[in-house]
């Protein structure tokens, strides 16, 4: 795939961002052209479904109008330091064919009245696929996820690099996240708030 096919001005390519036209995988989609080892190495994935009581695993396949084929993965379980809360933890690779071009990682609680509790713990893309706004559809295809699937919203990290600054800087600008801060002042970090 030529990279400089892909758009250069994001604003047009991230008018919408859905989770229409993604197709659930299952396990017999494992170790196939739908999702190829590879792929399925890099997220982890030993298994696909969901248990009565909430907890397995969702994978999510989509190929892009852009040539980037996404995938989505998110697990819910029941963590013991929680009190046995639900939590997620959820992956967004961009692929060229078996190749990973872009990551995406979020965790945290969906059981809880606090709104606090689902954050990116990293959001990277492969230096010839930067600036083509691949990163930010990533992390809003997890607010996405998490908004339909748990009625939450996405926060950054309270430690980012400078290209994860821009990128919700951008989301500020566009009305989809705000900046906020700890109750003491401190450290501020970004959330989506559409």
Not at 14 to 42: C, H, Q, Y
Not at 63 to 81: A, L, N, P
Not at 86 to 110: P, Q, R, W, Y
Request: proline share 2%.
């Amino acid at each position: 795939m030529n990279v400089n096919t892909l758009q250069n001005d994001n604003r047009s390519a991230l008018e919408e961002v859905t989770l229409d036209g993604f197709e659930s995988l299952t396990v017999s989609d494992m170790n196939t052209e739908r999702l190829p080892w590879k792929i399925a190495a890099n997220l982890a994935i030993t298994g696909i479904g969901i248990s009565a009581n909430g907890e397995g695993t969702v994978v999510l396949k989509k190929q892009q109008k852009d040539g980037i084929c996404t995938y989505i993965k998110v697990e819910t379980f029941r963590g013991v330091h929680h009190g046995l809360s639900l939590e997620c933890s959820g992956e967004i690779l961009d692929a060229v064919g078996e190749g990973m071009v872009g990551h995406t990682h979020f965790s945290g609680l969906v059981e809880s009245n606090d709104i606090d509790v689902i954050s990116i713990g990293a959001n990277n893309t492969q230096e010839n696929f930067q600036r083509k706004g691949l990163g930010e559809r990533r992390l809003r295809l997890a607010n996405e996820y998490l908004k339909t699937n748990f009625r939450k919203f996405l926060h950054s990290d309270s430690v980012r690099t400078d290209s994860a600054d821009a990128a919700w800087i951008k989301l500020v600008r566009k009305g989809l996240a705000e900046p906020e801060s700890y109750p003491d002042g401190t450290t501020r970090r970004y959330r989506f708030v559409k």
